[in-house]
């Protein structure tokens, strides 16, 4: 009966939506209550519906986000949609090349395909070259190994052929366009921290990605850098409805855009690193009501559920060693911490400072069958070496000491798109989930795992 009546709910909603046809962004909610002028049409995700909301006052669909700036067609709405928390899914990626047989513009080969000379020249060669992108989302990054590095390249494995020395092939995914005043680090290997201002870094990037992605002969003017990052700026972006818990903002709950937007924040507001602050693990609060009273409708249990997630992720035990950009920098060997020991910025779940950790994301040994990426090792002049399918920030600093260390990404509006870490080798939570429990032998049961993966879902 439960489940009956979740299905008719879910069907209003669909309805609602279909009805509001794609121009018109600021009517009624499903719910019935007036949106706040800013609110986009909420859209369906695999376990509800996402939301995004803009302080501007409106979603300028004018901006030059959706202007194409270069020569293939792109535009930044083309790898970063609203319905997927303004990055990209395999799923609708699939659907793309169904609909074009594979000549939408995301489909070009300069970092489409997963090399640049690869045959596009009919639908079934497309399909194969563009594997990568279709099955999870990636793009193909090229960085080189850095001219003055402590480290040096000996040996290639790469099923695709085209990496060298000069020219790594990185599968990434895109990082949100969105939730972005929280940022204190723009990219996987934070190369476009370029300066101390977040806008200046914002800048940099959407000039890099107009002259990159876009393939433009010229970089976008200092205007037009500027209103990209004054749209991308304001964008706030979560789940909204969960399948199980309801409206995540009803009985107490704080999920949704409109407490994420009034969400306090600055640079090093809590942080585990810094060991002069007192530092908080209570990192989300927003489902806290619902442990005390969950409610006694349908969605009780759901509610109670992401309650116990959320209370898991900021307590549940992890002992953590040898993170490097963790361990090494606080000086013990082992941490007795817990998820948000690292994802520590209240209620987003980044890090609020510019220091990428190695959680073993790009190590050969989680990769090589699974993922089919290529594997690079690397010699460090100081002994030792490393194999890694993306040597993720030493590639920004040229250290060794940084091989594999990733940003800690923001934890808002996962729901709608997997998959997860910065090469897709999660497909859904539950595999992010599970990656945690092997690498730190966390010993979770079903029930806690059950209950991480709903609480993350409803961010
Ligand atoms: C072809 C797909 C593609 C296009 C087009 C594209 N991006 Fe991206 N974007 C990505 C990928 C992939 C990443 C992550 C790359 C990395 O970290 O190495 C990214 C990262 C970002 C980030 C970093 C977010 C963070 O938290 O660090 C921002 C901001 C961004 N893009 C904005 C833009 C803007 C603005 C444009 C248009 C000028 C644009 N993107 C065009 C694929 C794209
Ligand atoms: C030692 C630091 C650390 C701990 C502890 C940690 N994480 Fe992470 N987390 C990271 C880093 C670094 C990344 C990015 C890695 C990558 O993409 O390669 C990440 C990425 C993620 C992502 C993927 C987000 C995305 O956009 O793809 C999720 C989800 C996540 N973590 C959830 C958790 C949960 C749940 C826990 C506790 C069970 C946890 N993390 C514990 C450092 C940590």
Request: aromatic share 8%; net charge negative.
């Amino acid at each position: 009966m439960a489940a009956l009546k979740l299905v008719i709910a879910l069907s209003l909603i669909v309805f609602v939506l279909a009805g509001c046809g794609g121009s018109s962004h600021q009517n009624a909610s499903s719910s019935g209550q007036p949106q706040q002028p800013g609110q986009l049409d909420p859209s369906a995700d695999a376990t509800g519906q996402l939301q995004t909301f803009s302080s501007n006052g409106t979603v300028d669909f004018g901006n030059a986000f959706f202007q194409d700036l270069g020569t293939n067609g792109r535009v930044c709405f083309t790898c970063h949609q609203a319905s997927d928390g303004w990055s990209i899914t395999p799923s609708h990626l699939q659907a793309r090349f169904n609909v074009t047989g594979g000549t939408d513009p995301i489909f070009s080969p300069n970092d489409g395909t997963n090399c640049p000379t690869d045959d596009v020249s009919t639908v079934g060669a497309r399909q194969a070259s563009y594997s990568l992108l279709l099955n999870k989302g990636l793009l193909r990054i090229a960085r080189p190994i850095p001219a003055n590095a402590d480290f040096t390249l000996t040996g290639i494995v790469d099923p695709y052929g085209c990496a060298s020395a000069a020219n790594l092939s990185l599968y990434r995914r895109p990082l949100p366009a969105t939730n972005l005043p929280f940022q204190t680090t723009i990219m996987w290997d934070a190369r476009e921290n370029v300066t101390q201002l977040l806008f200046d870094n914002l800048k940099s990037q959407a000039k890099d990605a107009t002259l990159g992605h876009a393939e433009s002969a010229a970089a976008p003017t200092d205007a037009e850098q500027a209103s990209i990052v004054n749209f991308e700026i304001a964008l706030f972006t979560a789940q909204s409805v969960d399948q199980a818990a309801g409206s995540l903002d009803a009985q107490g709950g704080l999920g949704g855009t409109r407490a994420l937007s009034a969400q306090q924040f600055f640079p090093g507001i809590n942080n585990f690193l810094n060991q002069s602050q007192t530092f908080d693990p209570v990192v989300f609060t927003i489902y806290q009501a619902w442990a005390a009273s969950p409610g006694t409708d349908n969605f009780a249990a759901g509610r109670a559920s992401v309650a116990r997630g959320e209370a898991l992720f900021n307590t549940r035990k992890i002992d953590m060693s040898q993170v490097r950009g963790l361990n090494d920098i606080v000086n013990q060997r082992i941490i007795i911490g817990s998820c948000s020991t690292c994802h520590s910025t209240p209620n987003i779940g980044n890090l609020s400072v510019n220091n990428p950790m190695d959680i073993g994301t790009s190590d050969s040994f989680f990769n090589t069958t699974t993922l089919a990426l290529p594997v690079y090792t690397l010699q460090c002049n100081s002994g030792g070496f490393f194999r890694v399918t993306d040597p993720g920030f030493a590639l920004t600093t040229g250290l060794c000491a940084d091989i594999g260390k990733f940003k800690i990404p923001a934890l808002r509006g996962l729901a709608a798109r997997a998959p997860y870490f910065h090469n897709g080798m999660s497909p859904t939570l539950m595999d992010v989930v599970n990656f945690y429990n092997q690498r730190f032998a966390m010993n979770l049961t079903d029930q806690e795992k059950a209950d991480l993966v709903a609480f993350l879902n409803s961010l």
